[in-house]
């Protein structure tokens, strides 16, 4: 009994020294694991301050950043203001310096067109008005929509006081379309208010007028013919043989207008060139009931840089530009009754646009612009003076 009483004894003693070792190794293991959440608390807390005070950095940057950028844009702004003052500038100097389209720097050349023009136009020109309005300056621009392909024409019937609206998608094609007001062409999608009328033979170029209920415009073939084609009743009524020989494209810059057949207060004009004279512009006079030529001036407005033209009052403008696009400007001035040069006009420029202007017709009763840029179709108002009496 005694030897199992102590046995006893010893089994319980080595059970509770083997629970206390167990119960020490479990509190040190708690220990170690307390120590490392508290590790794993001050990281966490470091690491939260360093992401506030990195948004804070960031946040910093950004503004700085916005201020940057306003001021980057304020820079640009007056980067860009500069950049067209110089421009006009430049554009000035090259009209005072002899470099402009309408200065020929050859003399010889000078008195040989001096001496066309007298041969030509030996009879004074016959005004037909007394209209002596010249332009002073654009007045305003207003973009209307942008219907169609790059080249185009759009106009107003320039002779009546009809108010509906031509559209010429194009350099080639035999259909135009009409709208009945600007505001249906404006307001329209595409051409969904408008009516198509197909012509009996393809146009070309962009040189068409409408004029007293008629279209007038150029046929292209082996020979280069006006066509007069009565709206009312849908017909051609007249047509003519344009006679000038070895015909070139009357625009440097618009290479698909031979022909730009414009109207003013005096009635149906023709600008075109020829290879007898191709450095320069030329204008006719034509009758608008049986397309005759009247009277035929070769003026000192040069072909090189030219984009379009129109007449007013009798007097030729022509807008030149450069290949690549920059601001256009009225830049040479040809007046059939020698009321205005190129010197007494003023240099007009043009707000800025899109591309080129593919033709500019010119309303009397409105003193408007109609113009196609890039497939847009732009008004320009103008404001008006009257010409100095020589």
């Not at 003399?107 to 136009?121: F, R, S």
Request: contains cysteine; glycine residues 6%; hydrophobic residues 35%.
């Amino acid at each position: 009994m005694r030897t199992l009483r102590l046995l006893l004894l010893i089994t319980v003693g080595l059970a509770s020294a083997q629970q206390q070792a167990l119960m020490d190794y479990l509190e040190r293991r708690l220990l170690a694991i307390e120590d490392r959440i508290s590790q794993w608390h001050e990281q966490t807390i470091r690491y939260a301050s360093d992401l506030r005070e990195l948004k804070q950095q960031m946040m910093s940057q950004l503004e700085n950043l916005d201020k940057n950028k306003d001021g980057l844009r304020t820079d640009l702004d007056n980067i860009g203001t500069r950049v067209d003052r110089v421009e006009r500038e430049m554009d000035y100097l090259e009209t005072q310096n002899g470099a402009q389209p309408c200065v020929d720097v050859d003399d010889k050349l000078v008195e040989q067109q001096v001496t066309v023009i007298k041969e030509k136009n030996k009879a004074k020109y016959a005004k037909l008005t007394d209209c002596r309005d010249m332009i002073s300056s654009i007045k305003a621009m207003k973009i209307l929509k942008r219907l169609g392909g790059a080249k185009g024409m759009w106009t107003k019937d320039m002779g009546s006081g009809s108010g509906k609206i031509y559209i010429f998608n194009d350099v080639d094609g035999d259909t135009f379309f009409e709208f009945a007001s600007v505001r249906d062409f404006s307001t329209s999608q595409g051409t969904e208010r408008a009516t198509a009328t197909k012509l009996p033979s393809a146009w070309h170029g962009t040189g068409h007028a409408v004029y007293n209920g008629h279209v007038y415009y150029i046929k292209q073939g082996e020979e280069m013919r006006v066509m007069k084609y009565d709206l009312r009743n849908g017909s051609v009524v007249d047509s003519s043989v344009f006679p000038v020989k070895d015909q070139i494209s009357v625009y440097g810059l618009s290479s698909d207008t031979y022909v730009d057949l414009a109207v003013d207060e005096e009635g149906l004009w023709a600008i075109f060139a020829s290879r007898e004279n191709e450095r320069h512009i030329s204008l006719a006079k034509m009758d608008t009931d049986t397309l005759a030529i009247e009277q035929i001036w070769d003026t000192p407005c040069q072909r090189e840089n030219a984009e379009a033209a129109f007449v007013i009052c009798g007097t030729v403008y022509v807008v030149y530009n450069t290949k690549l696009p920059s601001r256009s400007r009225v830049q040479c001035v040809f007046d059939v009754s020698d009321m205005v040069t190129s010197d007494d006009a003023p240099l007009v420029y043009f707000p800025k646009r899109y591309g080129s202007h593919s033709s500019l017709k010119y309303s009397p009763m409105e003193q408007l612009i109609y113009a196609w840029d890039d497939g847009y179709q732009i008004l320009y108002k103008l404001l008006m003076k009257k010409k100095l009496e020589v």
